[in-house]
């Protein structure tokens, strides 16, 4: 039995996000699959998919709901878990099997991606991670005994995290890629050449802007005051996102 796991917290992503992840999933292993949302709100999700509340961890209110909250995975007891499981971030696009995320490896008990705007630095990028039930408790603890100097120290809980644990290993960087990053082709070339999907590739990643959605759509949404940005801030839509998204 594999156990897949991914978090849905208030309004930024619906139930149908969870829906397509456990589908994309589904269709990318051929072992007995346990999905499992963590979730404020189980209305909308597939009957498949097992909810269940978010686990506990106490943050300020400034950081309740930001990605701070995934360090509630790092505890000793996760829900009555054991073993290994994979997480997933809700906007991904699975595109290949993911039992290769179950046999990497082994006898590691925390893999993750090499973040990819930090090669080099010791960054894991918790997109895409397995980790092994109460292997790593020192990230819950330290976060749980001082939030407030995390917070100031650290910009953001995947750098935490990768500064805290004792033991990292990285997947191999074919498998899982960031859509921003590694396939938007550079400008000029992004606003005639749509973005490609490797072969070896596994899942894809949507750190940011645009979303699936955007991206599948030839969108690239604007949050940014220097309106300079949209000049060169531009993807062609995407089709093989709609045929793996879904």
């Known amino acids: 039995?594999?156990?897949?796991?991914?978090?849905?917290?208030?309004?930024?992503?619906?139930?149908?996000?969870?829906?397509?992840?456990?589908?994309?999933?589904?269709?990318?292993?051929?072992?007995p699959l346990r999905f499992i949302c963590f979730t404020d709100d189980a209305s909308g999700l597939d009957p498949e998919i097992e909810a269940l509340p978010l686990p506990p961890i106490t943050l300020p209110p400034s950081h309740q709901w930001k990605a701070w909250r995934k360090i509630s995975l790092w505890q000793r007891e996760l829900a009555g878990l054991s073993g290994d499981f994979l997480f997933l971030d809700l906007d991904l696009v699975v595109t290949g099997s993911i039992d290769g995320f179950f046999d990497f490896m082994p006898e590691k008990t925390y893999c993750v991606i090499e973040n990819w705007t930090q090669m080099g630095e010791g960054i894991g990028n918790t997109s895409v991670f397995r980790l092994r039930v109460g292997a790593h408790p020192e990230v819950f603890d330290r976060l749980s005994a001082d939030p407030k100097a995390a917070f100031a120290k650290y910009r953001n809980s995947q750098t935490f995290a990768s500064r805290t644990i004792t033991s990292m290993t990285y997947w191999p960087a074919e498998w899982c890629v960031s859509f921003k990053h590694t396939l938007i082709p550079r400008w000029p070339l992004n606003f005639i050449k749509t973005p490609p999907l490797p072969v070896e590739t596994r899942v894809v990643c949507f750190t940011g802007l645009p979303n699936p959605d955007q991206a599948r759509d030839g969108q690239w949404p604007s949050k940014r005051k220097a309106w300079w940005k949209g000049l060169y801030k531009h993807v062609r839509p995407t089709p093989w996102i709609a045929e793996h998204w879904r």
């Open 1 to 31: 039995m594999q156990t897949v796991i991914c978090m849905k917290w208030g309004k930024a992503y619906g139930p149908e996000y969870a829906n397509k992840l456990h589908s994309m999933v589904k269709r990318n292993t051929a072992r």
